[in-house]
């Protein structure tokens, strides 16, 4: 095996770890447990996987967890502290307690509060968050309702400065069966970095004959929040769907991405306006819509080539997880 086979071996094993980390952050993620799931000696385990994620194993579980907590304390203001910290896994208030402060520099129930008044200080016409958008005059955003059917199904749209409408509909998506690679690290505005995975990704998938022109959708999926991660360690993977047994080796690995309701941003944007449009949708669609981000992967799906279109854009659907509020 050559040294970039055996290379793609360790980032294969140390991937299906993150992911098992991801998908049971309330059960036992013991040094045990995750060697077996790496297939590596534990003895060796945590070594390895400190010098290739560049934090150690322990330290990684309890920030995703506890990132994890602050994303649901915002997301979900109904349910308790307590609740919450069950729900991923600590047994202890206390230890939990302990563990927040530590990554935040104040406790859970001040987290909670210090965002409430932030949002309460921002009159109706401004709770659309358009203060986060650094490039844009800070017109207010108009939040245009209508029923699409009987069925209870929405479509927004959501006017900002410098975009034209960008219509959000609330609708069922499917389970994507998908082969990824991965990125630790910084990503904001880096198209190159996005055209490079994806490359790396077509250059496995083509051999295969996985890539169906009019078949395979080819998805961003984002594993964490950049507003509490810190850049050097947010992870995205680059995906395209594969049919359901697909194998994967080396760098390329297979995962699931839950269906579901989602919100569905529907748009045309440049490379540096991404970050536009998600707030577009999280801070000015999201808090009149009825509706509250749920905890499962949120996505973009590509829709075009921008090398392609004639003034670059790129069309994407930006699909975030929702549950009542």
Known sequence: MSSSNQRNEYVSRINKVIDYIENNLDQDLSLAVLAKVANFSPFYFHRIFRAMVDEPLNQFIQRVKIEKTAIQLIA??????????????????????????????????QYRKSHEEKNSKIGPAESKNQKMLSNIPQDKYEVCRHFESITNQFKWSVKMTGFKDIPVEVKEMPEFNVAYVRHIGAYAADGDLFRSLFERLMKWAMPRDLFKTSETTFLSVYHDDPKITDENKLRVSACLTVPEGTETDGEVGHMVVPGGKYAVASCEINVDEYQQAWDALMGGWMPDSGYQPDDRLCYEIARNNPDQHPKKKHLVDICVPVKPL
């Open 76 to 109: 979900n203001p109904g349910k308790s502290i307590t609740e919450i910290a069950l729900d991923y896994g600590y047994s202890s208030s206390a230890s939990f307690a302990r563990i927040f402060k530590d990554r935040f520099q104040m406790s859970a129930s």
